[in-house]
C-alpha cells in the first residue's frame, strides 16, 4: 500500500524528469500577464514602458532611488502575503479548499491587540512578551480554523461553507463587538479602535530608518518547517495521500491506517494558526492597535500567492514578494495618470493564466519531448 501511495503522490519516474516546468508555469503566467496589462494600457494612449518602469521602480523588487524603504514595505507585506498563502496551501494540501484565513487574520490580530496592552502582561520584558502573544496567536487562530475541520468531520459541512461564515463571524464578532464594546480605548484618550500595545508588544526594528520588523525573519522559518513538515515527516506524507487520493474518496489513505477525520482537524488547525500569525504581524508591527474598522484582505489575497506559487512553500514565498511589490509599486503608477488598483488587475490576469496551467504545461510538455526526439533522431543519425 505505501508503494502505491507513493505512485500516487510522487507520478511516473517519467514526470519527475521535468520538474523544471512547475517552475516555469507560475513565470510563464506572470510574463503573459504582464503582457497583456502592457497591451490595455497602450490602449489607453498611455506608455507601457513608462507605466511598468515606475511600478517596478518602486516597488522594491528593483534597484532604484528610495530603494530602501521600498523593499523594506516590500518585504513588510510579504510576510503577510507568505501568512495567509501558507494556510490556503496547507489545507490544499490535504485536498480542502480552505478559504478561512481571512477570519484567522482577523482572529490574530484581535489576540495580539489584547495581550499587546492587557496589563499583566504589558510590563514583562519584550522577549517574553512576545513569546506569549505569538503563542496565544497560534492558539486562538488555530482554534478559529479547526471549527471548520470539526464541522467537516462531524456534521458533513463542507469547509467551503464554513469558512465563509466563520470570516464573517469573525468580522462582526470583532469589530462590532469588542473593538466597540469590551476592548474600546478610554473616550477621554481620544483614540478610536482599541488601546494601543504597549512598547514590550512591538516587533523589533531589522532594518535601522525603516518599519521592516522580524516578521519577515518569523515567516522564512515557517515556510521552511512547513516545507519541512509537509515533504519531510510522517504527518507531511499522510495529508498529501488524502489530497493525491480526494476524488477516490481518500480511500487509499484509509486503507493505509490514516485517521481521515484527525488529520482534517489537525490540518485546519495549522491552516489558522498560521494566517493568524499575519494578523499578529499587522497589529504588532505596523498599526500597533485594532482599528475601528479593519482593512483586511489578506486573506483572500493569500488564496491568490497560493495559486501562483503552486501551493509549495518556496513558491509561496517568491509569489509573495512579487505581490507585495506590486501592492508597494501600486502608488506610484498614478504618475503615469493609470488607477493605482492596476497592479491588482496585474493578479488576476496571472491568477487566470495559473488558471491554464494545464494547458501551459502541455505545451511545455509537447516543446520538451519533440526536442528530445529531435536530438534522438539526430543522435541515430550521426551513429549511422
Do not use: C
Not at 519531448?369 to 543522435?379: D, G, H, L, N, R
Request: overall charge positive.
Amino acid at each position: 500500500m505505501k508503494n502505491v501511495l507513493k505512485r500516487i503522490i510522487f507520478g511516473p519516474k517519467e514526470k519527475e524528469k521535468y520538474w523544471w516546468i512547475n517552475v516555469l508555469v507560475p513565470i510563464i503566467a506572470i510574463l503573459l500577464a504582464l503582457v497583456v496589462g502592457a497591451i490595455f494600457i497602450k490602449l489607453t494612449g498611455r506608455s507601457p514602458i513608462v507605466a511598468y518602469k515606475l511600478l517596478f521602480g518602486t516597488s522594491g523588487l528593483l534597484p532604484g532611488p528610495y530603494w530602501k524603504d521600498h523593499f523594506a514595505e516590500m518585504l513588510l507585506s510579504t510576510s503577510m502575503f507568505v501568512a495567509t498563502g501558507l494556510s490556503f496551501a496547507i489545507a490544499a494540501k490535504a485536498g480542502l479548499f480552505f478559504i478561512g484565513a481571512e477570519g484567522d487574520f482577523l482572529v490574530g490580530g484581535i489576540t495580539a491587540t489584547y495581550f499587546g496592552y492587557a496589563k499583566p502582561f504589558a510590563n514583562m520584558p519584550t522577549f517574553i512578551h512576545l513569546t506569549i502573544i505569538f503563542i496565544f496567536v497560534i492558539i486562538m487562530g488555530g482554534i478559529w480554523g479547526a471549527i471548520a475541520g470539526y464541522l467537516k468531520v462531524k456534521k458533513g459541512i463542507h469547509e467551503v461553507i464554513s469558512t465563509i461564515m466563520l470570516n464573517w463571524i469573525a468580522v462582526y464578532l470583532i469589530e462590532d463587538w469588542l473593538v466597540i464594546g469590551p476592548m474600546k480605548a478610554n473616550v477621554k484618550t481620544g483614540i478610536s479602535g482599541t488601546p494601543y500595545v504597549s512598547n514590550t508588544a512591538r516587533l523589533p526594528i531589522i532594518l535601522h530608518g525603516t518599519r521592516l520588523n522580524i516578521s519577515i525573519i518569523i515567516m522564512i522559518i515557517v515556510t521552511y518547517l512547513i516545507w519541512f513538515l509537509l515533504y519531510r515527516t510522517t504527518f507531511g506524507y499522510e495529508i498529501r495521500a488524502m489530497g493525491y487520493t480526494l476524488i477516490y474518496g481518500m480511500e487509499a489513505p484509509k486503507a493505509g491506517g490514516v485517521d481521515i477525520d484527525k488529520r482534517m482537524i489537525q490540518v485546519t488547525f495549522l491552516a489558522g494558526a498560521v494566517a493568524a500569525l499575519g494578523g499578529a504581524f499587522i497589529v504588532l508591527g505596523i498599526l500597533f492597535q485594532y482599528p475601528p474598522v479593519f482593512g483586511g484582505g489578506y486573506g483572500f489575497d493569500g488564496i491568490t500567492v497560493a495559486l501562483i506559487g503552486q501551493n509549495e512553500p518556496l513558491g509561496i514565498f517568491l509569489a509573495s514578494m512579487f505581490i507585495g511589490g506590486l501592492r508597494t509599486g501600486a502608488a506610484a503608477v498614478q504618475l503615469a495618470h493609470i488607477p493605482k488598483t492596476f497592479p491588482s488587475i496585474i493578479e488576476g490576469i496571472t491568477v487566470a493564466f495559473i488558471a491554464l496551467q494545464e494547458l501551459i504545461r502541455y505545451w511545455l510538455m509537447k516543446a520538451a519531448t519533440a526536442k528530445k526526439k529531435s536530438y534522438v533522431k539526430i543522435q541515430g543519425g550521426a551513429d549511422e
